[in-house]
C-alpha cells in the first residue's frame, strides 16, 4: 500500500507543475502586450513601464514564472485589483465553494444512490423508469437554466426562498440543490449499474441459493460490493463540483471562487485569474488523488500496479 | 469486401432503429439543424428589432414565447440561437475532430516517449475540470466567436485523443498493418490508410457526445459573458438577461433553456443510441 501511495504521490507533482504552467501562460497568451491591458484604456507610455517593472513582465519568461510560484507560497503575490495579498483574496471565496460542494455531494450521494439501489432491485419497476428519466434528463440539463428554473419555482412564484446572495443557511439551499440535482443523475446511473452486476454474480447466486432472504442478501452482500465503483464516482463528481461551481455560483451570486475568476477576468486582475484557476484545479487533481487512494484502500486488487 | 462493409453498416442501422431513444434522439438533432439551417425562413419576426412599448411581454398569439425587455420576439431568438450554437459548436467539435484524431494515431502508433509526453500534456488539460479550461483560454484570448471555438477545440480535443489513441494501440498490432509494412508502405501512408478508418467509429460516437458538451460550454460561456456578445441570439447569452427579470418575466428563463436543453438532450441520446448499436455487449449496463 505505502508503495502504491508513494507512486501516486510522484505522478503527481508533474500535473501539478503542468497545472501551474498552464495557469501562468494564461496571461502570457493574451495577443498584444499584458502589461498595456493591464494599465487598461487610456495610459500613458509611464503607466504602461511602470506597471511593466513593477510586475516583471520584462524579465524572461522563466525567471517570471519562478517569481509568480515563489510569491504564491510566500504569499507576496498581490491582486492587481485590490492589491491585497492574492491567497487572502482568495482563501475565503474557497472556503464558500468548498461549503457549497460539499453540501451539494451530500445531496447528491442521498438522491443518488437511494435511486440506483432502488431500481436495480426493482428492475423495471415504474421507479426504474422513472429513475432511467431521471438520469437521463439530469445528464442533459444545464445546470445553469436548472438554477433559473428553481428559481422561478421557489423564490418568484412560491416564494419560499431568496432567489441569490449569501446569508443565513436558506440562501444555500437553492444552490446547492441546482449542483446536488445536476450530479445525482451520474450517481444514479452509477450505483445501478453496479448493483445489477453484483446481482448477476455467481456468489449472490449462491447465497441466494441457499436461502438466505433477498433482503439480508442485498444489505449484507450486494450493497458492499456495488458501492465501490460509486464510492470513486462520488469523490469525482465532488472534484468536478469544485470547477462546475462557476455557473452556479453565477446563477445565484454566491461568492465562491468560480464566480470570483469570472469577476476578475472582466476586471482583468489576470493574478486573480491565474491563481483562482491554479487552485481549482490543483484541487481537482487532489481530490482525484484522495478517491484514487480511497478505492485502493476499499479494493485490494488495485493496490497493484 | 465492399459487400460485407455494408451489410455491417446494415447490421447497425437496424440496431439503432430499433432503439427508441436514439430514433428521438436523431430526430430532434434533425429538427434543431433544420431550424438553424433556415432560421430567416422558420423565424415569425427579426429577432433584432426591437419595439420598446411591447416590453416583457408574456406569451401570446402574437409572440408565442413573449417578447425580451427590449420588445423582440423570444420565439425568434430562440431560432436564431440554435444557428449561432450549432455553428460554433460544429466548427470547434470539427477542429477537435482533426486535432485529437491527429494527435492520438502518432500517440497511439508510434508509442514510446512520445506516446508518454503526448499523454502526460492531455493529462495536464483535463486536470481542468468542467469548463474551467475553457474559462481560462477565453480568459486570455478574450471573447468573441472564434475565440470560443478556438476555446472550445482546445477543451474537447483531448477525448478525441484518448480514444483515438486507444484504438490505434489495437489496430497497429493488427495482421493487415502488419501484411503492409512487410509490402514496404510508410508509416504515413500505413496511419491515414489503416488506422485512421479503422478507428473511425468510436471517434464519431464521441463526436456526437462532444456536440452535446459544445453546445453546453458555449452557452456557459455565454451566460458569464465570456462567449458570445449581445444583441446576437444565443440561448446562454439570452438566459443571462432573463435572470435578471426573472422576478417580473419568468417566462424569459424558460424557453432559451428548453431548447438548449432538447438540443443537447438529443445529442447524447443519438450519441448513446450510436455506442450501443456499435457495440451491442455493453447495452445492457
Redesign the interface.
Known sequence: MLKFVVRRLLLLI??VI??S???F???H???GDPARIIAGEGATIEDIMSIRTKYGLDRPLIEQYLRFMKGIITNDLRSIRTERPILTELLPRFANTAQLALVSIVISSVIGVTLGIVSAVKRNSWIDTFSMVFS??G???????LG??L??LF???LRWLP?GGKGGIEHLILPALTLGLATSAIIARMTR?SM??VLNQDYVRTVVAFGLPRRKVIYKYVLRNAMIPVVTVIGLQF??L???A??TE??FGWPGL?RF??DS??SRD?IA?QVG?MM??TS??LVNLLVDLVYALIDPRLRRG | MRMKKRTSSLIILKRMARNKGAIFGLIVVLLIVFVAIFAPVVAPKDPYKQDLLASLEPPSWKHPFGTDVFGRDVLSRVIYGARTSLSISALAVLIAFVLGASVGTVAGYFGGVLDEVLMRFLDVLMAFPDILLAIAIVAALGPGKINLVVAIAIYSFPQFARVMRASALTIKNSEYVEAAKAIGESSFSIMVRYVLPNALAPLLVQATLRMATAVLTISGLSFLGLGVKPPEAEWGTDLAMARVYLEIAPHLGIFPGLALFLTVLGFNLFGDGLNDALNPRLKDR
Open positions: 508533474p500535473v503542468g497545472v504552467i498552464v495557469s501562460s494564461i496571461m497568451m493574451i495577443p437521463l434528463v445528464v442533459s440539463m444545464p445546470i445553469f437554466w433559473i428554473l428559481i422561478i423564490a418568484v412564484t432567489s449499474a445489477l452486476e472534484g468536478y469544485l470547477g462546475g462557476v455557473l453565477s446563477v468560480g475568476v469570472v477576468i472582466f489576470y485569474v484557476i481549482i484545479a481537482f487533481v
